[in-house]
Nanobody, 127 residues
Framework: QVQLVESGGGLVQAGGSLTLSCAISGRTFNNYNMGWFRQAPGKEREFVAAVRSGGSTTYADSVKGRFTISSDNAKNMMYLQMNSLEPEETAAYSC?????????????????????WGQGTQVTVSS
């Protein structure tokens, strides 16, 4: 059984930074492809960033240049460094994992393609 646990959320002022962490347990981490999604109140969950095993990454257009996704296979961890945060980015951020490998990174932008999900961590950006 794969388990994902997020941490690092909190309250930050607009323009500030936060780093989210996702700990994965239960399987060999480097066989998994990982993603971050977020869901604001009253809105649908949306893709933020993904990292494929081997290191390829992809980002939502809205976060390119401000967010950085990374993974540490030795520690079974994934991270999301978020800079220049905006109030509209207030949401519950969740990490997700899939064993499916696709050449196109677009595959990892679809939440339907992930089998495992964490509970989420709240990020609140004040104006």
């Amino acid at each position: 059984q794969v388990q994902l646990v997020e941490s690092g959320g909190g309250l930050v002022q607009a323009g500030g930074s936060l780093t989210l962490s996702c700990a994965i347990s239960g399987r060999t981490f480097n066989n998994y492809n990982m993603g971050w999604f977020r869901q604001a109140p009253g809105k649908e969950r949306e893709f933020v960033a993904a990292v494929r095993s081997g290191g390829s990454t992809t980002y939502a257009d809205s976060v390119k240049g401000r967010f950085t996704i990374s993974s540490d296979n030795a520690k079974n961890m994934m991270y999301l460094q978020m800079n220049s945060l905006e109030p509209e980015e207030t949401a519950a951020y969740s990490c997700a994992a899939t064993r499916s490998w696709y050449l196109s990174m677009y595959y990892y932008t679809d939440e339907e393609n992930y089998e495992y999900w964490g509970q989420g961590t709240q990020v609140t950006v004040s104006s």
